[in-house]
T-cell receptor, first 111, second 117 residues
Framework: GENVEQHPSTLSVQEGDSAVIKCTYS??????FPWYKQELGKGPQLIID?????GEKKDQRIAVTLNKTAKHFSLHITETQPEDSAVYFCAASGNFNKFYFGSGTKLNVKP | GAVVSQHPSRVICKSGTSVKIECRSLDFQATTMFWYRQFPKQSLMLMAT?????????EQGVEKDKFLINHASLTLSTLTVTSAHPEDSSFYIC?????????????FGSGTQLSVL
């Protein structure tokens, strides 16, 4: 099956700086890669996603890049704010049959 | 984005009792819902895939008689933890596939914190 690895496990940045979280996957059949933000005691919230026919997608301060050849995708958050502090999960799916999640990255944005 | 409602958000029960958790897709129909379990500071562990009108598909190691799943309609799936024990205490989260849009997405409920005394 699919194996998704996520790094780093924790990330601390100063407010205003950029944050980058990276994930790799193993199954070349995976074609959908969402990113979720989870705050303490809440369910994951979809923040951005990318499909295998696209190399990059941007939504305001958040962007995701995908390298199908290398089988890795990354989340980029620019101009970080304290409210960006949360745990971020990447995931990979092949045609939505199953979703495989990374181990999570705890992002701490220091004011 | 689409809304997935999960209730209750928190439940405390005595050992041996059963607990039902509801997951509803509020503004879309979901033929498939997923149930996850999450331990503190860990990732989401898929327990089962719930398909409307058919039996759920359980992941290896998940007891289907312990965790009963019913997906009776296109907007509702329930997870019942039967004869709960303290080791069942965990954060349970449902998710639903929104297939009614051009770009299909997966949305999560807000989770249920189960504490078994």
């Amino acid at each position: 099956g699919e194996n998704v690895e996520q790094h780093p496990s924790t990330l601390s940045v100063q407010e205003g700086d950029s944050a980058v979280i990276k994930c790799t996957y193993s199954d070349s059949a995976s074609n959908y890669f969402p990113w979720y933000k989870q705050e303490l005691g809440k369910g994951p919230q979809l923040i951005i996603d990318i499909r295998s026919n696209v190399g990059e997608k941007k939504d305001q301060r958040i962007a995701v890049t995908l390298n199908k050849t290398a089988k890795h995708f990354s989340l980029h958050i620019t101009e970080t704010q304290p409210e960006d502090s949360a745990v971020y999960f990447c995931a990979a799916s092949g045609n939505f049959n199953k979703f495989y999640f990374g181990s999570g990255t705890k992002l701490n944005v220091k004011p | 984005g689409a809304v997935v409602s999960q209730h209750p958000s928190r439940v405390i029960c005595k050992s041996g009792t059963s607990v039902k958790i509801e997951c509803r897709s509020l503004d879309f129909q979901a033929t498939t819902m997923f149930w996850y379990r999450q331990f503190p500071k860990q990732s989401l562990m898929l327990m089962a895939t719930s398909n409307e009108g058919s039996k759920a598909t359980y992941e290896q190691g998940v007891e289907k008689d312990k965790f009963l799943i019913n997906h009776a309609s296109l907007t509702l799936s329930t997870l019942t933890v039967t004869s709960a024990h303290p080791e069942d205490s965990s954060f349970y989260i449902c998710s639903a596939r929104d297939t009614g849009v051009t770009n299909e997405k997966l949305f999560f409920g807000s989770g249920t914190q189960l504490s078994v005394l």
